[in-house]
Antibody, heavy 123, light 107 residues
Framework: EVQLLESGGGLGQPGGSLRLSCAASGFPFSTYAMTWVRQAPGKGLEWVSTITNIGDSTYYTDSVKGRFTISRDNSKNTLSLQMSSLRAEDTAVYYC????????????????WGQGTTVTVSS | SYELTQPPSVSVSPGQTARITCSGDALPKQYAYWYQQKPGQAPVLVIFEDSERPSEIPERFSGSSSGTTVTLTISGVQAEDEADYYCQSADSSGIYVFGSGTKVTVL
């Protein structure tokens, strides 16, 4: 069974850091690009970041550039999102999602999603 | 910044047809994708590449494209189809963009 399981969410301080992880199983992880998408309370979906299958390219939405870093460990089938300089507006459910493509800019479908992990930024 | 425009809500009676539109200037050049999200759940891909349906998605879901508008059609709507629906595509730089979402209410 194809599965994505996020962890690492919780309460973060403004200006602080959190690290999210996503454990993948049931598919050849190193073949596919991976993406983080977030959803603020009561709001719509927002693309956050994408990394290509071998990690040679990364992409970020403007609001997180310079603060968030996406990475992957293909030997451990794990995707990560290092979040720093946290802001209140980063409060959201964070989903990891599998792309249906491997390389290139993020334009394809996200065909498998995890259940999400909640990040709350508050003092 | 590039935007995909969706109606905030669509209401439909059971058995009728729901149509959800998504408009964007880059849609003639970029594929569109549709996701269904029920309360408290993760999104699910229901249409990819404008009109293709994953094998596990019921046939009543279909997609189409015309110029700068793509449409998700749900034929013979069922109560279980009540959900938020999001279109997704890419801007001219090839970066993901989501529409604002459409809440489908089954009357």
């Amino acid at each position: 069974e194809v599965q994505l399981l996020e962890s690492g969410g919780g309460l973060g301080q403004p200006g602080g850091s959190l690290r999210l992880s996503c454990a993948a199983s049931g598919f050849p992880f190193s073949t596919y690009a991976m993406t983080w998408v977030r959803q603020a309370p009561g709001k719509g979906l927002e693309w956050v970041s994408t990394i290509t299958n071998i990690g040679d390219s990364t992409y970020y939405t403007d609001s997180v550039k310079g603060r968030f870093t996406i990475s992957r460990d293909n030997s451990k089938n794990t995707l990560s999102l290092q979040m720093s300089s946290l802001r209140a507006e980063d409060t959201a459910v964070y989903y990891c999602a599998k792309g249906n493509y491997g390389s290139g800019s993020p334009t394809g479908a996200m065909d498998v999603w995890g259940q999400g992990t909640t990040v709350t930024v508050s003092s | 910044s590039y935007e995909l425009t969706q109606p905030p809500s669509v209401s439909v009676s059971p058995g009728q047809t729901a149509r959800i539109t998504c408009s964007g200037d880059a849609l003639p050049k970029q594929y569109a994708y549709w996701y269904q999200q029920k309360p408290g759940q993760a999104p699910v891909l229901v249409i990819f590449e404008d009109s293709e349906r994953p094998s596990e998605i019921p046939e009543r879901f279909s997609g189409s494209s015309s110029g700068t508008t793509v449409t998700l059609t749900i034929s013979g709507v069922q109560a279980e189809d009540e959900a938020d629906y999001y279109c997704q595509s890419a801007d001219s730089s090839g970066i993901y963009v989501f529409g604002s979402g459409t809440k489908v209410t089954v009357l």
